[in-house]
Protein backbone atom coordinates (compact mmCIF):
# COMPACT_ATOMS: atom_id res chain seq x y z
CA UNK A 1 0.00 0.00 0.00
CA UNK A 2 1.01 3.35 -0.91
CA UNK A 3 0.82 6.90 0.95
CA UNK A 4 -2.70 8.74 0.11
CA UNK A 5 -3.43 9.69 -3.40
CA UNK A 6 -3.85 12.95 -4.02
CA UNK A 7 -6.57 13.92 -6.40
CA UNK A 8 -7.00 17.52 -7.69
CA UNK A 9 -9.77 18.70 -9.59
CA UNK A 10 -8.76 21.55 -12.16
CA UNK A 11 -12.21 23.11 -13.01
CA UNK A 12 -10.70 25.05 -15.89
CA UNK A 13 -12.86 28.39 -17.03
CA UNK A 14 -15.91 25.98 -15.93
CA UNK A 15 -18.02 27.23 -13.37
CA UNK A 16 -20.84 30.00 -11.86
CA UNK A 17 -21.95 30.27 -8.42
CA UNK A 18 -24.43 27.17 -9.27
CA UNK A 19 -21.17 24.79 -9.34
CA UNK A 20 -21.05 25.33 -5.45
CA UNK A 21 -23.49 22.67 -4.76
CA UNK A 22 -20.80 20.49 -6.84
CA UNK A 23 -17.59 21.82 -4.20
CA UNK A 24 -20.16 21.03 -1.07
CA UNK A 25 -20.90 17.62 -2.19
CA UNK A 26 -17.51 16.87 -2.74
CA UNK A 27 -16.26 18.37 0.59
CA UNK A 28 -19.37 16.51 2.74
CA UNK A 29 -17.55 12.91 0.99
CA UNK A 30 -14.58 14.17 1.34
CA UNK A 31 -15.01 13.45 5.00
CA UNK A 32 -15.88 10.05 4.88
CA UNK A 33 -12.21 9.22 2.19
CA UNK A 34 -10.02 9.82 4.77
CA UNK A 35 -7.73 7.72 2.33
CA UNK A 36 -7.40 9.87 -0.29
CA UNK A 37 -6.43 13.76 -0.38
CA UNK A 38 -8.87 15.97 -2.47
CA UNK A 39 -8.20 19.50 -3.57
CA UNK A 40 -10.52 21.49 -6.35
CA UNK A 41 -9.04 24.63 -8.33
CA UNK A 42 -11.93 26.60 -9.65
CA UNK A 43 -11.81 29.42 -11.59
CA UNK A 44 -10.75 33.20 -9.89
CA UNK A 45 -14.31 33.88 -9.12
CA UNK A 46 -14.87 30.78 -6.89
CA UNK A 47 -12.04 30.87 -4.89
CA UNK A 48 -13.00 32.41 -1.70
CA UNK A 49 -17.05 31.18 -2.11
CA UNK A 50 -15.64 27.51 -2.35
CA UNK A 51 -13.11 28.51 0.88
CA UNK A 52 -16.54 28.59 3.06
CA UNK A 53 -18.42 25.93 1.35
CA UNK A 54 -15.61 23.26 1.84
CA UNK A 55 -13.99 23.25 4.39
CA UNK A 56 -12.03 19.62 4.32
CA UNK A 57 -10.90 19.69 0.68
CA UNK A 58 -8.02 22.21 -0.16
CA UNK A 59 -8.87 24.71 -2.68
CA UNK A 60 -6.80 26.02 -5.12
CA UNK A 61 -6.18 28.76 -7.93
CA UNK A 62 -5.01 27.86 -11.56
CA UNK A 63 -2.53 30.53 -12.16
CA UNK A 64 -0.78 33.83 -10.56
CA UNK A 65 1.19 36.87 -11.50
CA UNK A 66 4.17 36.39 -10.27
CA UNK A 67 4.62 39.96 -8.78
CA UNK A 68 2.68 40.89 -5.77
CA UNK A 69 0.50 43.42 -7.15
CA UNK A 70 0.96 46.43 -9.56
CA UNK A 71 -0.49 47.55 -12.73
CA UNK A 72 -1.03 44.27 -14.26
CA UNK A 73 -4.62 44.38 -15.56
CA UNK A 74 -6.74 40.92 -15.86
CA UNK A 75 -4.13 39.36 -13.65
CA UNK A 76 -4.10 38.21 -10.02
CA UNK A 77 -1.09 37.65 -7.52
CA UNK A 78 -0.21 34.75 -5.67
CA UNK A 79 -0.90 36.88 -2.43
CA UNK A 80 -4.53 37.26 -3.46
CA UNK A 81 -5.26 33.86 -4.43
CA UNK A 82 -3.98 33.32 -0.25
CA UNK A 83 -5.78 36.42 0.66
CA UNK A 84 -8.68 34.40 -1.04
CA UNK A 85 -8.48 31.18 0.80
CA UNK A 86 -6.08 29.41 -1.62
CA UNK A 87 -3.58 26.66 -0.63
CA UNK A 88 -2.16 25.90 -3.90
CA UNK A 89 -1.92 26.96 -7.10
CA UNK A 90 -1.66 25.16 -10.46
CA UNK A 91 1.45 26.53 -12.48
CA UNK A 92 2.30 25.90 -16.12
CA UNK A 93 -0.49 24.02 -17.32
CA UNK A 94 -0.48 23.55 -20.76
CA UNK A 95 -3.64 25.22 -22.29
CA UNK A 96 -1.60 28.13 -20.26
CA UNK A 97 1.51 27.11 -22.37
CA UNK A 98 0.08 27.31 -25.46
CA UNK A 99 -2.68 29.68 -25.01
CA UNK A 100 -1.07 32.75 -23.53
CA UNK A 101 2.91 31.46 -24.53
CA UNK A 102 4.11 31.17 -21.31
CA UNK A 103 7.66 30.30 -20.81
CA UNK A 104 9.43 27.41 -18.55
CA UNK A 105 11.20 30.86 -16.96
CA UNK A 106 7.47 32.49 -16.32
CA UNK A 107 6.32 28.98 -14.91
CA UNK A 108 9.24 29.06 -12.14
CA UNK A 109 9.20 32.97 -11.38
CA UNK A 110 5.39 31.93 -10.87
CA UNK A 111 6.61 29.23 -8.55
CA UNK A 112 9.03 31.04 -6.88
CA UNK A 113 6.54 33.86 -6.35
CA UNK A 114 3.90 31.41 -4.73
CA UNK A 115 5.93 30.11 -2.45
CA UNK A 116 6.94 33.26 -1.05
CA UNK A 117 2.92 34.11 -1.04
CA UNK A 118 2.85 31.18 1.41
CA UNK A 119 1.30 28.81 -1.24
CA UNK A 120 1.75 25.09 -2.36
CA UNK A 121 2.11 25.01 -6.00
CA UNK A 122 1.35 22.11 -8.79
CA UNK A 123 3.97 22.64 -11.92
CA UNK A 124 2.50 20.80 -15.02
CA UNK A 125 4.62 19.49 -17.67
CA UNK A 126 3.84 17.67 -20.29
CA UNK A 127 4.88 16.14 -24.15
CA UNK A 128 3.50 16.90 -27.46
CA UNK A 129 2.30 13.80 -29.37
CA UNK A 130 4.82 14.73 -32.37
CA UNK A 131 7.32 15.20 -29.44
CA UNK A 132 6.40 11.40 -28.21
CA UNK A 133 6.25 10.28 -31.39
CA UNK A 134 9.81 11.12 -32.11
CA UNK A 135 11.00 9.84 -28.79
CA UNK A 136 11.81 12.91 -27.03
CA UNK A 137 9.46 12.78 -24.63
CA UNK A 138 11.69 11.90 -21.41
CA UNK A 139 14.44 15.11 -22.54
CA UNK A 140 11.30 16.91 -23.42
CA UNK A 141 10.43 17.02 -19.88
CA UNK A 142 13.54 17.10 -18.78
CA UNK A 143 14.42 20.47 -20.02
CA UNK A 144 10.70 22.30 -18.81
CA UNK A 145 11.66 20.47 -15.38
CA UNK A 146 15.21 22.11 -14.88
CA UNK A 147 13.38 25.78 -16.11
CA UNK A 148 9.92 25.43 -14.24
CA UNK A 149 10.73 24.07 -10.95
CA UNK A 150 11.13 26.70 -7.98
CA UNK A 151 14.78 27.91 -6.34
CA UNK A 152 15.55 25.46 -3.61
CA UNK A 153 17.11 26.57 -0.78
CA UNK A 154 13.99 25.59 2.10
CA UNK A 155 11.75 22.74 2.21
CA UNK A 156 10.15 22.25 -0.65
CA UNK A 157 8.79 18.67 -0.09
CA UNK A 158 5.39 19.47 1.10
CA UNK A 159 4.93 22.11 -1.04
CA UNK A 160 5.73 21.64 -4.27
CA UNK A 161 3.80 18.90 -6.36
CA UNK A 162 4.50 18.07 -10.00
CA UNK A 163 1.74 16.81 -12.65
CA UNK A 164 2.63 14.86 -15.78
CA UNK A 165 0.16 15.69 -18.08
CA UNK A 166 0.85 14.81 -21.62
CA UNK A 167 -0.78 17.45 -24.00
CA UNK A 168 -2.46 14.62 -26.35
CA UNK A 169 -4.08 12.87 -23.49
CA UNK A 170 -5.88 16.26 -22.07
CA UNK A 171 -9.28 16.21 -22.61
CA UNK A 172 -9.22 13.40 -25.65
CA UNK A 173 -9.93 10.10 -24.52
CA UNK A 174 -6.54 8.90 -24.79
CA UNK A 175 -4.55 8.04 -21.86
CA UNK A 176 -0.48 6.68 -22.00
CA UNK A 177 -0.21 3.07 -20.99
CA UNK A 178 0.05 2.40 -17.31
CA UNK A 179 3.69 1.24 -18.00
CA UNK A 180 4.55 4.66 -19.73
CA UNK A 181 3.41 6.96 -17.24
CA UNK A 182 5.72 4.68 -14.43
CA UNK A 183 8.45 5.43 -16.95
CA UNK A 184 7.83 9.17 -17.41
CA UNK A 185 7.25 8.99 -13.45
CA UNK A 186 10.60 7.50 -13.30
CA UNK A 187 12.40 9.75 -15.45
CA UNK A 188 10.23 12.79 -13.59
CA UNK A 189 11.73 11.87 -9.81
CA UNK A 190 15.04 11.39 -10.97
CA UNK A 191 15.15 14.88 -12.09
CA UNK A 192 13.81 15.97 -9.14
CA UNK A 193 16.42 13.89 -7.48
CA UNK A 194 18.99 15.96 -9.19
CA UNK A 195 17.38 19.63 -8.65
CA UNK A 196 16.34 19.10 -5.01
CA UNK A 197 18.85 16.41 -3.97
CA UNK A 198 17.40 13.60 -1.31
CA UNK A 199 14.57 15.91 -0.72
CA UNK A 200 13.17 15.69 -4.54
CA UNK A 201 12.57 11.89 -3.77
CA UNK A 202 9.12 12.61 -1.83
CA UNK A 203 8.32 15.02 -3.53
CA UNK A 204 4.42 14.10 -5.12
CA UNK A 205 4.00 13.38 -9.06
CA UNK A 206 0.69 13.64 -10.42
CA UNK A 207 -0.52 12.20 -13.49
CA UNK A 208 -3.49 14.26 -15.54
CA UNK A 209 -4.88 13.53 -18.82
CA UNK A 210 -8.17 11.34 -19.78
CA UNK A 211 -8.59 9.91 -16.14
CA UNK A 212 -11.72 9.14 -14.94
CA UNK A 213 -13.74 6.80 -12.56
CA UNK A 214 -12.85 3.54 -14.45
CA UNK A 215 -9.23 3.99 -15.68
CA UNK A 216 -8.40 5.80 -11.82
CA UNK A 217 -7.29 2.24 -10.51
CA UNK A 218 -5.49 1.14 -13.70
CA UNK A 219 -3.40 4.27 -14.09
CA UNK A 220 -2.82 5.01 -10.28
CA UNK A 221 -1.78 1.45 -9.15
CA UNK A 222 1.72 2.18 -8.92
CA UNK A 223 3.44 3.82 -5.83
CA UNK A 224 4.93 6.46 -7.62
CA UNK A 225 1.84 8.09 -9.11
CA UNK A 226 0.87 10.37 -6.17
CA UNK A 227 -2.49 10.85 -7.69
CA UNK A 228 -4.20 12.37 -10.47
CA UNK A 229 -5.03 16.01 -11.76
CA UNK A 230 -8.32 15.68 -13.79
CA UNK A 231 -10.07 18.05 -15.43
CA UNK A 232 -13.17 16.71 -17.10
CA UNK A 233 -14.25 14.62 -14.87
CA UNK A 234 -14.31 16.60 -12.05
CA UNK A 235 -16.74 18.96 -13.05
CA UNK A 236 -19.63 17.07 -11.11
CA UNK A 237 -19.58 15.72 -7.65
CA UNK A 238 -20.53 12.53 -8.92
CA UNK A 239 -18.00 11.76 -11.31
CA UNK A 240 -15.09 12.92 -9.08
CA UNK A 241 -16.87 10.92 -6.51
CA UNK A 242 -15.85 8.20 -8.61
CA UNK A 243 -12.27 8.89 -9.32
CA UNK A 244 -12.20 9.66 -5.16
CA UNK A 245 -12.75 6.12 -4.23
CA UNK A 246 -11.31 4.43 -6.69
CA UNK A 247 -7.91 6.48 -5.92
CA UNK A 248 -9.10 5.24 -1.84
CA UNK A 249 -8.67 1.81 -2.62
CA UNK A 250 -5.13 2.41 -4.13
CA UNK A 251 -3.63 4.36 -0.39
CA UNK A 252 -3.40 3.81 3.33
CA UNK A 253 -4.60 6.19 6.05
O1 LIG B 1 -5.73 19.80 -15.52
C1 LIG B 1 -6.30 18.80 -15.96
C2 LIG B 1 -5.92 18.21 -17.21
O2 LIG B 1 -5.74 19.14 -18.22
C3 LIG B 1 -6.69 16.99 -17.61
O3 LIG B 1 -7.91 17.31 -18.22
P1 LIG B 1 -8.91 16.10 -18.59
O4 LIG B 1 -9.05 15.27 -17.36
O5 LIG B 1 -10.17 16.78 -18.99
O6 LIG B 1 -8.25 15.34 -19.70
Given at each position: MSERKYIVGNWKMHGTRAMLAEARAIDRSAERLIKVEVAIAPPFTLVHACRKEATLIGIGGQDCHH???????GDVSAAMLKDAGAGFVILGHSERRANHGETNADVKAKADAAIAAGLNIIVCVGETEAERDAGKAEAVIAKMLAGSLPSGGEALTEKVTVAYEPVWAIGSGRTPTPEEIVAMHTSIRKQLVKAYGEEGASIRILYGGSVNAENTRELLADDIVGGALV??????AESFLGIIIAAGDLGEE
Open positions: VEDGAHTGGASLS
